[in-house]
């Protein structure tokens, strides 16, 4: 389990480096399911299961395939290939990756005093659900508030542009 | 079963959301932007459920749910805006949003 931990981990972060330097968003795409898949896995090793689930499906499902679907729908070419090789000089890498290699050494560094070992066993699903309904349960309740929010303003957000462009061009969308 | 330290698993949570903070900071590309604000949302989750895992607990597995309820809906309302931008300037890229005043 404790193998299963650490090459999960490696993959995880081997294929978000492959993300953020690939030029094809399509690419980086692949590349960010197999990292969240990855993820998925840490989770199951580290005793949550049901988390593991809901990263598989909600993340790597749902939230990857409306990237995709966005990405198709903006019919990006190798115009934008070549765009993005202009974008990406490697004198933008120097500041940012080396203030955040600063952050990340130190926070390395202040987790070295606690070798604390983790629990061994699963928190169940039960458990979660019990937690998330009863403690938790305004929390749910403004989830749902929150993603219906998120429902209209895309919805609106959306729209209104198509109508506009719809009446400009006429009704080819 | 051999243990899991809990250094190993902040660590790793550490080491993702500092490449997401990089690709944030690097790329221009709007998808990019949202793709990397996923990778470190992730990241914070993964943090929740190691200490979550530490002491036993189903709280951080709760917040990691409320995380990803967060994370859904602003992928939704920021993809739409990125069609939208994508429409209004033909371009997807960040600095053309400064033309925007007023």
């Known amino acids: 389990m404790e193998l299963a931990f650490y090459i999960a981990g490696a993959v995880a972060v081997l294929s978000t480096v492959l993300m953020l330097t690939r030029l094809n968003v399509v690419h980086a795409l692949l590349y960010l399911i197999v990292s969240l898949l990855a993820v998925a896995v840490v989770f199951y090793v580290l005793g949550a299961p049901f988390v593991a689930a809901l990263e598989v499906i909600v993340y790597a499902g749902a939230i990857m395939v409306l990237f995709l679907f966005v990405v198709m729908m903006l019919n990006l070419g190798k115009h934008s290939v070549e765009i993005e090789r202009q974008w990406l000089t490697p004198g933008i890498w120097i500041g940012p990756v080396f203030l955040a290699s600063v952050l990340l050494i130190e926070v390395i560094y202040l987790m070295r005093g606690t070798p604390a070992a983790l629990g061994t066993g699963a928190v169940e699903p039960k458990e979660v659900g019990i937690a998330l309904f009863g403690p938790y349960l305004i929390g749910v309740e403004l989830a749902s508030m929150l993603l219906l929010a998120g429902l209209i303003g895309a919805y609106h957000v959306g729209f209104r542009e198509t109508k506009k462009a719809g009446k400009s061009i006429g009704d080819s969308t | ?102």
């Open chain 2, 1 to 102: 079963m051999t243990e899991i330290l809990m250094r190993d698993g902040l660590v790793l949570a550490g080491i993702l959301f500092s490449l997401g903070l990089v690709s944030l900071l690097v790329r221009r590309n709007l998808i990019f932007v949202l793709m990397s604000l996923e990778v470190m949302l992730n990241a914070a989750g993964l943090a929740f459920v190691v200490a979550g895992a530490r002491w036993h607990q189903a709280d951080g597995q709760v917040v990691f749910v409320f995380i990803l309820a967060m994370a859904a809906a602003e992928v939704a309302v920021g993809l739409a805006l990125v069609v939208q931008i994508y429409r209004r300037f033909k371009s997807l890229d960040v600095d053309a949003l400064s033309k925007m005043r007023g």
